[in-house]
């Protein structure tokens, strides 16, 4: 839920509780002044009747001009009590007891509450809509307002998700007049400014290491191709050449895999493109058929369906790449390679090792489960990078002897 609702649904409720509670504590006051009112009409009717009541002659079944259906005036049999108002169905009553002729006489006179009452639903209904008008419009003018207040905030959050950290220009959020929205603009160009010089300072790193390693370790494998034809050279020269070639090998693949691995995390490669899974595949399987056979291994194709990715179309031959690699390289002699493509996804299954390797350590980088010298460790981390780049998920198994990998490209 937005801020902003959020907001205006506060507002909401707590205007609706005092609206529940107004209405009926404003009825109940009202009803009170009203009765009130009527009770002081009641006693100063009786104020007025008394002495003329007491004046005149009492005759039983005689009219009397004072006496109607709202005042009436009868003996009364005990002695003299003080006077009570009371409410009796829809009437206000006042009850007061006076002596005439030596006579004790029970003068009552009442109020219609109905009339009243109706006024006092009319006000109630009225207050009612004035209330809820009211309330509507300041959550009408709030949401508006806070639209306006709010508009550099979502200006700033639009301009963020453009910003790319490899853009050359520094990001410029503007001047807002909300003192709040300035403190903020300004920490966020200050945080982008350092990521973007982060990021400049790493894209450097990598391409500078990536060029001084690599002629140096181009320098030491030719003159070890240089030492390996010189002669005389003894087997045992030519064995600690071998380990130095093996090992030079071995520092060129990791640099390669390091670099890449960085060039990847800084999203270094954005151009993409729409590539069928299965042709890249099968272009990967040909270039790796002359290891399949010298491990006598077994390949099977499952292409069950093509899917096309729109992904960069280097790291998408590295992803296939490492998990074939990866299936002949640990595979056993004679083994056995199922590659299948179906339902969005793409699945390489492979005999080996007759144990399952550590799923939480699997593709963490230099997370080695096998003791062949030529892996570098870094072949599945690559993997999870690519598939986090372009939010596919990858997942492992281990299933009748089976290792398998499965890359979920589409849903």
Avoid at 146 to 170: E, G, H
Avoid at 323 to 352: D, E, W
């Amino acid at each position: 839920m937005r801020l902003l609702n959020k907001t205006i649904q506060y507002y909401f409720i707590l205007s609706m509780v005092l609206l529940l509670v107004a209405v009926p504590v404003f009825y109940l006051v009202l009803r009170k002044i009203v009765i009130a009112n009527i009770d002081a009409d009641l006693v100063a009717t009786k104020t007025q009747l008394i002495p003329q009541l007491q004046v005149m002659e009492i005759k039983p079944g005689a009219p009397n001009p004072l006496l109607n259906n709202d005042v009436t005036l009868e003996k009364s049999q005990g002695g003299k009590v003080p006077d009570s108002l009371y409410t009796s169905e829809s009437h206000r009553l006042l009850s007061s007891h006076l002596v005439i002729n030596q006579e004790t006489y029970r003068l009552q006179i009442k109020s219609s509450i109905a009339n009243h009452q109706k006024l006092i639903g009319s006000i109630i209904v009225l207050q009612c809509v004035l209330l809820i008008l009211l309330l509507a419009g300041l959550l009408l003018v709030n949401q508006e307002l806070s639209r306006r207040i709010w508009k550099p905030f979502y200006q700033t959050l639009r301009k963020l998700r453009a910003y790319k950290v490899d853009d050359a220009d520094p990001l410029q959020l503007g001047n807002s007049a909300v003192a709040e929205f300035r403190e903020l603009n300004t920490a966020v160009e200050q945080l982008a400014e350092r990521s973007r010089k982060a990021y400049v300072a790493q894209k450097e790193f990598a391409e500078n290491a990536s060029h001084e390693m690599r002629t140096p370790l181009a320098i030491f494998q030719g003159k070890l191709e240089l030492l390996m034809q010189t002669d005389p050279l003894t087997e045992e020269q030519a064995e600690l050449i071998t380990d130095l070639a093996t090992a030079s090998q071995r520092m060129a693949r990791l640099n390669k895999g390091l670099i890449l691995l960085t060039r990847i995390q800084n999203g270094q490669f954005p151009e993409t493109e729409e590539i069928a899974v299965k042709k890249t595949a099968e272009h990967l399987l040909s270039q790796y058929q002359a290891q399949i056979e010298q491990k006598n291994l077994q390949l099977e194709k499952d292409w069950l369906d093509d899917i096309t990715v729109n992904v960069n179309p280097t790291l998408l031959e590295v992803l296939l790449g490492n998990l074939l690699s990866n299936a002949i390289r640990h595979n056993i002699p004679g083994g056995r390679i199922v590659v299948k493509l179906a339902n969005g996804a793409f699945s390489v299954r492979n005999t080996g090792q007759p144990y399952a390797l550590p799923e939480d350590r699997i593709f963490e980088r230099f997370a080695k489960s096998s003791a062949d010298a030529d892996s570098m460790g870094l072949g599945l981390e690559i993997v999870n990078k690519i598939c986090g780049l372009y939010g596919f998920t990858v997942r492992y198994a281990y299933e009748s002897q089976y290792h398998s990998f499965t890359v979920q490209m589409k849903s």
